[in-house]
């Protein structure tokens, strides 16, 4: 809830932290009248004003101090806040000037704003006040001062100043600067008893001159605590709404949330207020759907219940319904349906489906009665049950047996592994005198890491491969070495590095992969190998398919896999620069089936670190997002993820502060010469910075940035060449201004 509207004439105001790529605002009913909307009007700030520490914010009260009584708003304000007159009152002297005040400061307020001050009349006075009521009296709220010093002071004269809410101290001794604004808030949200509060600017002992005030703003909190339905479920619902026609008057705005306004026809999973809601139940009978059953449904993966029954739907039963490994009721009575039913979703366990009045609909003999036309009769439901052989039963109690005496025997670590594994395969596996052989003796070193050195290698002087020697130092040890080689025998994609074998000879352990003629990633990007500068085209085919090994491992891995050490070192490049995704040693899996995330001890490389995943120890697939989301800013800047030297030592937050100039050049990398499409540079930056999200529930999936990285490279391969850099097309700071009303 936003606020209530009980009047014809209302403007109201909020700072919202959207989540996701859209936005619902709903006008709800609450008594006999019809909602009804002048304007909506939407304008983006930069991240870095108007900082909570989460919650949205209700404007409450906005001011500038004059003796005029004319609103300042666009375009004297580029973020078109209005700023209404105050007028000083009878212990109140109005301070003016007409030279020019500093303001880009991120808030930005209009020189008509900031040449204006009030301050006490009598110059012995040493107490500013501005006191106003809250309503509801229990309402937390924001302030924002904005002081800028506008008379010259001499040698002998200080302004100096305490600022105080209710008697607390929040900004001590503070003076403004001389013609320069400067912002004063607090990140935590504050609250007065009663809803009375009293902003008092308190004369400091050592000042001469009282304090004063150009500006002030205070918001009220919104707690928006309910999570948004999660964008691919919010995104395959309203497919399926477009696919059907479907026009139930309150399908509109957020299907899940809030639960009062729920969607007809729809059942939700709100239970864990930390993770956004998903779709658990999806009721269309008799909706008068035709055509044939949406393939679009398959993307509701948290799917329990599906209820198409009584409609006029066509064609076959797909298979896909068999793979919805959330789905145990399907009821398509009452259809037009026609074909056989799949083997595979007859044979999915305790699913219950219930196809009667189908008369073209066969199943399989033996599983359910078939209407052929001749007087047979159909079975209302198949309910699959589970049947298990007394050889079945004997085989599983015997393998129980096996584990729990191999669990005995070999001794747990702190994660509950054995310590001292054998990798239960004999495929690939080298012996030590080959992986003597293969390097010639270990030669040519390729490089160093975490785990030791690589050195080049062949086998049978035919296969180019690289070998990764376990150092007796490394920090990372059997357990990694392990992790490595039991997912890479098992999982193949074009995106992940190849292993060619593996040694586990004693000490002597090693790991032999497919060979990657030119490095890694850091190595081109920082220039240690030399070489011409990877362009921007290449740049994003770099992204695009290090995305798709990832989301390989996010959606296609049984179980899913999480990679923990994304970073520009582990991605390889051969000599036809096609990309690989190296080093799983930190893999983790989730190998319960929906499971969300699970709780470890972290690991990865600082810099590319989820602050979230740092701060929780819980581990999901959207830590490897965040990680990537690095990777392409340094594919963007070409610059350090961390950087002492630099005003924001780490380069999210150099970019963040960057994006505020608006100036794309200032972010990209210079040794791309304006040689690329400025629309593509922005669409990555704004992709980046959304998987960069602090709350990992609002990050894009692997898959949506597949998407957007492709419609990257599409574009940027489709220019033919340079081509000057357009305008800037988003609004970050001053330099752009938004839209006249």
Known sequence: MWITVNTNDTHEEILHVSRSNSLQVCLVKTGTSIPFINTLELRPLVDDIYPTE?????????????????????????????????????EWALLTTNLQVNTSNGYDLPQRVMAKAVTPVNASTTTLEIPWTLKPPTSLFYVYLHFAELQTLQANETREFDVTMNGNVTHASYSPKFLKMQTAFSRAPKQCDGG????????????????????IEIFTVIDFSQLETHEDEVVAIKNIQSTYGLSRINWQGDPCVPKK???????????????????????????????????????????????????????????????????????LRGNNLSGIVPQKLLEKKMLKLNIEGNPKLHCTVGLCVNKDGEGGKQKNSITIPIVASVAAVVALIVALVIFYVIRKKAPLNDEGISSEPTIMTKNKKFTYSEVITMTNNFQKILGKGGFGTVYYGSVNSKTQVAVKMLSHSSSQGYKQFKAEVELLLRVHHKNLVGLVGYCEEGDKLALIYEYMANGDLDGHMSGKRGGAILNWGTRLKIAVESAQGLEYLHNYCEPVMVHRDVKTTNILLNEDFDTKLADFGLSRSFPIEGETHVSTVVAGTIGYLDPEYYRTNWLTEKSDVYSFGIVLLVLITNQPVIEQNRQKSHIAEWVGAMLTKGDIKSITDPNLHGDYDTSTVWKAVELAMSCLNPAS?????????????KECLASESSRGGESPSREVIMTFGTEVNPTAR
Do not use: H
């Open 261 to 331: 306004f729920l969607w007809d026809g729809l059942n939700c999973n709100n239970s864990d207020v930390l993770m956004p809601p998903t779709i658990t139940s999806l009721n269309l009978s008799s909706s008068g759907l035709t055509g044939i059953i949406a393939l679009t449904i398959q993307n509701l993966t948290k799917l329990q219940e599906l209820d198409l029954s009584n409609n006029n739907l066509t064609g076959g039963v797909p298979e896909f319904l068999a793979d919805m490994k959330s789905l145990l009721v399907i009821n």
């Open 697 to 709: 529930v609002t990050r894009p999936t692997m898959s949506q940035v597949v998407v957007e990285l």
């Open 196 to 215: 009375k509060c009293l902003l008092q600017l308190v004369k400091t002992s050592r000042s001469t001159l009282p304090p004063l005030i150009n500006a």
């Open 54 to 90: 989460s919650s949205s914010l209700n404007y409450y009260f906005r001011a500038y101090f004059s003796d005029s009584s004319r609103n300042v708003e666009y375009p004297d304000d580029v973020y078109d806040r209005i700023w209404r007159p105050l007028s000083p009152n009878k």
